[in-house]
């Protein structure tokens, strides 16, 4: 069983989704009980945006989280709900109210860790032809469903 840590170094901001239907308006508790059911000590995440743009806060902010495999001791996780089709399939089906909160989110974020880099879940996959680019069909998943590259663009983050 992990024991909570402190975070040394924030070297990444990893957005990510719960991987539930749009139908779906999980929370910090429904996923901490999913994450223990894993058998993590708690929620892995930091923070949770829910459906209706609430962010609800997971673990504590400077301890170590359990959301990247290799990368949880030198990031924080923001969980927005949602990024998966009534089929299952990966869907970017996030409500403005959340793409709103993600923004406000992100950036507090960013004046707390200036020198953090901001990206998605699936950007962490193995880069296997070292080109130094982790292109789609490196992806081991497609959390959080959308680029995360592009939305801080976008955004000016």
Same mark, same amino acid.
């Given at each position: ?6 975070? @040394? ?13 749009? %139908? ?11 994450? &223990? =059911?894993?058998? +993590? ?5 930091? +923070? ?9 806060? %997971?673990?504590? =902010? ?8 290799? +990368? ?10 949602? %990024? ?12 403005? !109210? ?13 004046? !707390? ?6 990206? %998605?879940? &699936? ?6 032809? @070292? ?7 490196? &992806?081991? @998943? ?16």
């Amino acid at each position: 069983m992990e024991l909570l840590q402190a975070r @040394k170094k924030t070297d990444l901001i990893v957005v990510h989704c719960s991987a539930t239907g749009p %139908g779906m308006d999980w929370g910090r508790a429904e996923i901490d009980r999913s994450h &223990r =059911q894993r058998g +993590f000590v708690m929620i892995g995440y930091h +923070f949770v945006i829910k459906r209706d743009g609430t962010v609800e806060i %997971g673990r504590p =902010q400077g301890v170590i989280g359990a959301h990247a495999e290799g +990368f949880n001791a030198i990031s924080v996780a923001v969980c927005m709900v949602g %990024g998966i089709s009534i089929t299952g399939k990966d869907e970017n089906n996030f409500t403005p !109210a959340q793409w709103k909160s993600l923004h406000v989110q992100l950036s507090t974020l960013r004046r !707390a860790y200036p020198s953090a880099r901001i990206l %998605g879940h &699936r950007d962490l996959s193995p880069d296997r032809n @070292k080109d130094g680019v982790i292109q789609p069909r490196e &992806r081991v @998943k497609e959390c959080p469903s959308f680029d995360v590259a592009e939305f801080v663009k976008t955004y000016g983050l």
